[in-house]
Nanobody, 125 residues
Framework: QVQLVESGGDSVQSGGSLRLSCAASGYTSSSDYMGWFRQAPGKKREGVAGIRRDGYTTYANSVKGRFTISQDNAKNTLYLQMNSLKPEDTAMYYC???????????????????WGQGTQVTVSS
């Protein structure tokens, strides 16, 4: 019910920065939380960062201190500022939105119902 389109992915050198954006449309008011997930070749998709509508955030240990998730509800846009990028951050990054049914985990994909197509981030050493 919510359409999501990511942008901002690129190829950068280790230590560089990127800012990913996720434009949401449709019934955006129905989403209780949003998040960023990533999937590298040969690996399962993992939660990177999540944010509740009230601004509460959580991050995967691997990106704490380097990534920052934020949202602009007026513009229906989600962001992921990525600093000090490492080759291990190379992956397809996905934006997701979820509706709470009383219980959820921001970094677990099973609790999200809407997904974007993804944007590629490649970090070279």
């Amino acid at each position: 019910q919510v359409q999501l389109v990511e942008s901002g992915g690129d190829s950068v050198q280790s230590g560089g920065s990127l800012r990913l954006s996720c434009a949401a449309s449709g019934y955006t008011s129905s989403s209780d939380y949003m998040g960023w997930f990533r999937q590298a070749p040969g690996k399962k998709r993992e939660g990177v960062a999540g944010i509740r509508r009230d601004g509460y955030t959580t991050y995967a240990n691997s990106v704490k201190g380097r990534f920052t998730i934020s949202q602009d509800n007026a513009k229906n846009t989600l962001y992921l500022q990525m600093n000090s990028l490492k080759p291990e951050d190379t992956a397809m990054y996905y934006c997701a939105a979820g509706i709470s049914r009383g219980f959820y985990f921001l970094l677990v994909e099973d609790y999200y119902n809407s997904w974007g197509q993804g944007t590629q981030v490649t970090v070279s050493s």
